[in-house]
C-alpha cells in the first residue's frame, strides 16, 4: 500500500513539472513572438503621417497596395526591410524601389490573397489527414523569379526591433535585388519616356497610348516584311546564285515581320496590357510558323540539290543514287512532320491551355490518348509504313515494279502514299501500309538490266534453230541487249507448241521496246516462212467407219 501512495506521489509530480515547464514555455513565447530580431527598423526613412498596418502578412500586402494606388511612394517605402541599404541613403532610394517592386509584383503576377494568411504568426493548421501540429512562421515566399538564370525568392519576413511590436515587411534579400529584377524586364527603349508611376497604371489595362504603339509596332513590321520580298526579288534578278531565294521569299518576309514586331513589343516598347499578351503570342506563333515552313522549304532545296548533283535522271539510274532518292525524299517529309509538331506544342505551351484545363486536361488524357490512336490509326500505320519503307529499301524512288496487275515507275514516296506512274503515264496512289501488305515484283531492286520473256506461239514441226538464227539476226548490234538472247521451245501439245525467248535490256523502258520489236519481227518472219506453214493451226481428223459420216 505504501508503493502504491508512492507512486502516486511521484507521477502526480512528475506531471506538475511537465504542465508547469508548458505555461512556462507559453509565457516565454508570447513574451518573445516568432520573429527576427534586429536593432532597428528604416531607420533611415521619415516617419509618416499614418500608420501602416504591418501585423499580418495580408494587412502588409493591402496597405502597401493602398499606398501605392495612391501614389505615395514614401509611404509604401516602410513596407520593406532596407537593412541593405546605408542609412543616409534609404530616404531617396526607398520610394523609387517601392515603386519598382510594385511593378515587379504586378508584371510576375506574384500576389496570391489566398495564400496570405491574416494572423500575426502566419501560422499553419494541417489538414485532418496530415498527423503533424500546428506551426508559426516568420518568413513567407510570395514567388520566385528568374534573375541571370537563379531564381530569386520574393518573400515577406516578420521582424521585431527591441520592444516594438513585431511586423512584416519584404525581405532585405528581395529589396536588394529589386533593381535587377526590374531591369531584366527590360521597360523598353521608348517605354523609358513614359513615367514608371503612368506605367503601372496601365498594367494590365489596356490604354490608348498602347494601342497607337501596337498599330505603329503593325504597321513596322510589315513594312519591313515587305522590304525584305522585294528587295530579295530585285537582287534574284540581278544575282542569278539567288534565284532560288524567290522561292522562299513571302515566307522570309512574313518571318521578318513577326520578328519584327516581336523585337518592338519586348525591347523597343514594353507593352503590358493584354494587347501585349495577344500581340506577343500572335506574332510567336506567325514567326514560328514561318520559320517551320521556311526550314521545309531549305530542307525541299538541298535535297533537290543533291537529286540533282548526285542522283542522275530515272532513265539511265542505278540503285544506289535510287536509294539516296528515297531517303531525302522520306526525311524530308519527316522533317516537315517534326518541325509541325514542335510548332503545334511550343503554341499550346505559350497559350497555357494546359494550365487553364489542368487536372481536368490529365484526367481525360487516357480516354483521349485511346480515342486519337483510334482515328489516326491509318495515319499512323502509313507514317510507320513510309519509315519502314526508307529503311529496309523494298523500293526506291525511279524502281520498276509490278503492283495488283500494274505495271509501273516509283514515281514519289509521299508522307503517307506511294506514287505509281503507270505505263499510260497515269497515276496510282497506293498508301503505304496497302503497298507492303501485298507482294509486288521489283524489276529494278538489283540494278536498272531487266530480263523478259516474249511468248509466241508456233505449230509444234517448227524448227526450233531456225527461229534462233533469226533472234540472234535481230538482236545483233543492237545498244538496247546486254547478253545473248535464248530461244527455247518450253510448251508443247498435240496442236500447238511456245516458244519463249529470253532478253536482256538495259533498262526496263529499253527491254520493254525491244521485247515488242522482237514479237513483231519474228511473227513476221513465221508468216513468211513456207506460207506460215509453222503459225498455230487447229487440226481435225477424220477416222474410217465413224457412224457420224453417214
Known amino acids: 500500500m505504501a508503493l502504491l501512495v508512492r507512486a502516486c506521489l511521484i507521477s502526480f509530480a512528475f506531471c506538475l513539472a511537465v504542465c508547469t515547464a508548458a505555461c512556462a514555455q507559453d509565457d516565454d513565447s508570447e513574451a518573445a513572438p516568432f520573429a527576427y530580431q534586429v536593432d532597428q527598423i528604416n531607420a533611415g526613412l521619415p516617419p509618416v503621417e499614418r500608420q501602416l498596418r504591418l501585423d499580418t502578412p495580408r494587412s502588409t500586402i493591402d496597405s502597401y497596395l493602398e499606398a501605392i494606388e495612391d501614389d505615395d511612394f514614401a509611404r509604401a517605402a516602410h513596407v520593406l526591410n532596407l537593412s541593405a541599404i546605408p542609412l543616409e541613403e534609404q530616404a531617396e532610394q526607398a520610394p523609387r524601389l517601392a515603386l519598382m517592386l510594385a511593378f515587379v509584383l504586378r508584371r510576375h503576377n506574384l500576389i496570391d490573397w489566398s495564400e496570405l494568411p491574416d494572423q500575426p504568426d502566419a501560422r499553419v493548421l494541417p489538414d485532418l489527414a496530415q498527423s503533424g501540429s500546428p506551426y508559426s512562421r516568420r518568413s513567407i515566399e510570395l514567388g520566385e523569379v528568374r534573375l541571370d538564370g537563379r531564381p530569386v525568392p520574393i518573400s515577406l519576413q516578420r521582424f521585431q526591433a527591441g520592444e516594438d511590436e513585431p511586423v512584416w515587411l519584404f525581405s532585405p534579400l528581395t529589396v536588394e535585388r529589386t533593381p535587377e529584377i526590374f531591369a531584366e524586364i527590360r521597360p523598353g527603349l521608348l517605354g523609358r519616356w513614359i513615367p514608371l508611376e503612368e506605367r503601372l497604371d496601365n498594367l494590365g489595362k489596356d ?155 490529365l484526367a481525360s488524357a487516357g480516354a483521349l490518348g ?33 503492283y495488283d496487275g500494274h505495271w509501273a515507275t516509283v514515281e514519289d514516296i509521299a508522307f503517307a502514299h506511294t506514287v505509281l506512274r503507270t505505263w499510260l503515264d497515269t497515276r496510282l496512289i497506293v498508301p503505304h501500309s496497302d503497298f ?94 513456207e506460207d506460215g506453214a509453222y503459225l498455230p493451226r487447229q487440226r481435225h481428223v477424220l477416222l474410217r467407219g465413224d457412224p457420224r459420216r453417214s
Open 207 to 361: 490604354s490608348s497610348w498602347e494601342l497607337l504603339a501596337a498599330a505603329l509596332l503593325l504597321v513596322a513590321g510589315i513594312l519591313s516584311g515587305v522590304t525584305v520580298y522585294y528587295g530579295l526579288r530585285a537582287l534574284a534578278k540581278r544575282l542569278s546564285w539567288l534565284r532560288s531565294g524567290r522561292k522562299i521569299g513571302l515566307t522570309l518576309s512574313i518571318l521578318v515581320a513577326a520578328i519584327a514586331i516581336r523585337f518592338g513589343a519586348t525591347d523597343l516598347v514594353l507593352l503590358t496590357g493584354p494587347i501585349a499578351s495577344n500581340l506577343a503570342i500572335a506574332s510567336e506563333a506567325v514567326g514560328l510558323a514561318a520559320g517551320g515552313w521556311l526550314f521545309v522549304q531549305v530542307v525541299a532545296a538541298v535535297s533537290l540539290g543533291l537529286s540533282r548533283r548526285y542522283v542522275v535522271p530515272l532513265e539511265i539510274d542505278d540503285p544506289g543514287n535510287r536509294r539516296i532518292k528515297t531517303t531525302v525524299y522520306v526525311m524530308r517529309r519527316m522533317a516537315l512532320v517534326f518541325v509541325a509538331l514542335l510548332w503545334l506544342g511550343y503554341i499550346i505551351h505559350r497559350v497555357g491551355v494546359f494550365d487553364s484545363f489542368g487536372l481536368s486536361v
Open 370 to 402: 485511346v480515342l486519337v490512336t483510334i482515328a489516326a490509326r491509318p495515319l499512323l500505320g502509313n507514317m510507320v509504313a513510309g519509315l519502314q519503307i526508307a529503311l529496309t529499301d523494298p523500293l526506291r524512288v525511279g524502281d520498276v515494279v509490278v
Open 436 to 529: 507492303l501488305s501485298k507482294p509486288f515484283e521489283n524489276w529494278s531492286k538489283e540494278g536498272e538490266e531487266v530480263r523478259r520473256i516474249v511468248k509466241i506461239p508456233v505449230d509444234y514441226r517448227i524448227e526450233v534453230d531456225q527461229v534462233r538464227r533469226k533472234v540472234e539476226e535481230i538482236v545483233e548490234g543492237d545498244p538496247r541487249s546486254t547478253s545473248a538472247p535464248l530461244v527455247e521451245l518450253v510448251e508443247a501439245d498435240a496442236e500447238t507448241a511456245v516458244l519463249w525467248i529470253w532478253i536482256s535490256g538495259s533498262t526496263s523502258f529499253t527491254s520493254w521496246y525491244l521485247h515488242n520489236e522482237i514479237r513483231e519481227k519474228v511473227i513476221a518472219f513465221l508468216r513468211d516462212l
